[in-house]
């Protein structure tokens, strides 16, 4: 076996193998790529495959984010080849990883959850190979995440805004009041809403009270093609309003035009989604973590 550092030529090997061993995450060639390179923080010393004969038999993808707290690393994507599991493939590519990963600075190590471009918030609790892999490699699980979904073909497409509020899709002057609005509630979110801005149409909807943008909701800014919905938000001093559910079917009855179903990622209010739009749960993930001594 020999380890090296994966380049753009690979994609379909990778692809190959992702599939085969991720059952409950297929790709398509533009989300791994998505994923893989086009990531802001790519890095080809965090991207590495082991080959056999030249057949790539594993891959783990990490990246660094800087964040005001520090430096913390995520690992995206790690798959061995089903037929070469439990032979110490992904635990020497992971290891080669967190020496390279100490030496860029990262505090800590966490799987999934590289928002804002990330597959999942967590490793699936079907994959018990991998929670099994995880516990044993040092990882802490210490807290749990789910998806939920939509089913948009059921929506009506009158079934929009029932805010005293102007929901309105964003246009290219309506910029600075975002970023401002973005910047000074969710600053960690605006990489992802200026994505969903620079769809054409804008995959943007917000809310204005006068002047002021008082909320949000997107989708198309993570996982492109797959009917992701978010990030979304209300100003604090603005909730109870209705406005939040207004963006959230507004945003959905545009969805429904491009897809069957709406994934509402890394949920934290179930109860709202689930009163409002009738998303039911449909995935669950165990969140790991690993503090990387120096
Ligand atoms: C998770 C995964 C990458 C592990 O790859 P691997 O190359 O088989 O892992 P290793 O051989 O290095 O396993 C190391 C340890 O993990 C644990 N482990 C791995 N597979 C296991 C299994 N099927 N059952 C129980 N424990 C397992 C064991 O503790 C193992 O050590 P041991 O063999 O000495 O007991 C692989 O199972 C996989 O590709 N799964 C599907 C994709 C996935 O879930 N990826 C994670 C989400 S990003």
């Known amino acids: 076996m020999s380890l090296r550092c994966i380049t753009l030529a690979d994609s379909p090997a990778l692809l190959g193998l992702w599939n085969e061993a991720a059952e409950h995450d297929q790709l398509s060639e533009s989300l791994l790529n998505?994923?893989?390179?086009g990531d802001a923080d790519f890095d080809s010393s965090l991207a590495l495959v082991e080959e056999q004969e030249s057949q790539i038999q594993a891959m783990a993808v990490a990246v660094c984010r800087q964040q005001k707290d520090g430096c913390t690393a995520y690992v995206k994507l790690l798959a061995t080849n089903p037929l070469k599991q439990r032979q110490g493939l992904a635990t020497r590519l992971l290891a080669a990883i967190e020496t390279r990963l100490k030496s860029l600075g990262a505090e800590q190590c966490r799987i999934g959850e590289s928002a804002p471009n990330y597959l999942?918030?967590?490793?699936?609790?079907?994959?018990?190979?991998?929670?099994?892999?995880?516990?044993?490699?040092?990882?802490?699980?210490?807290s749990q995440a789910c998806n939920m979904r939509v089913d948009l073909s059921a929506r009506s497409p009158q079934e929009v805004s029932q805010s005293d509020l102007g929901v309105i899709r964003a246009t290219p002057l309506d910029v600075p009041a975002v970023k401002d609005f973005l910047l000074q509630h969710w600053p960690s979110w605006w990489d992802?809403?200026?994505?969903?801005?620079?769809?054409?149409?804008?995959?943007?909807?917000?809310?204005?009270?006068?002047?002021?943008?008082?909320?949000?909701?997107a989708y198309d800014a993570n996982n492109l093609g797959t009917?992701?919905?978010?990030?979304?938000?209300?100003?604090?001093?603005?909730?109870?309003?209705?406005?939040?559910?207004?963006?959230?079917?507004?945003?959905?009855?545009?969805?429904?035009?491009?897809?069957?179903?709406a994934i509402i990622p890394w949920?934290?209010?179930?109860?709202?989604?689930?009163?409002?739009?009738?998303?039911t749960m449909s995935r669950s993930f165990q969140r790991f973590r690993k503090p990387l001594s120096k």
């Not at 949920?267 to 998303?279: E, L, R």
Request: hydrophobic share 45%.
């Open 34 to 37: 998505e994923k893989i390179w």
């Open 120 to 142: 999942t918030p967590g490793v699936d609790l079907r994959y018990t190979q991998a929670i099994e892999f995880f516990s044993q490699g040092g990882f802490e699980p210490f």
């Open 192 to 217: 992802e809403v200026q994505k969903a801005m620079l769809n054409d149409p804008a995959t943007l909807f917000i809310a204005y009270d006068g002047p002021a943008v008082v909320g949000f909701a």
């Open 227 to 261: 009917g992701w919905f978010g990030p979304m938000g209300t100003a604090p001093e603005c909730r109870g309003r209705g406005i939040g559910v207004a963006l959230l079917k507004e945003c959905l009855a545009d969805m429904a035009t491009k897809y069957p179903t």
């Open 267 to 279: 949920v934290g209010p179930v109860d709202f989604y689930a009163k409002h739009v009738g998303a």
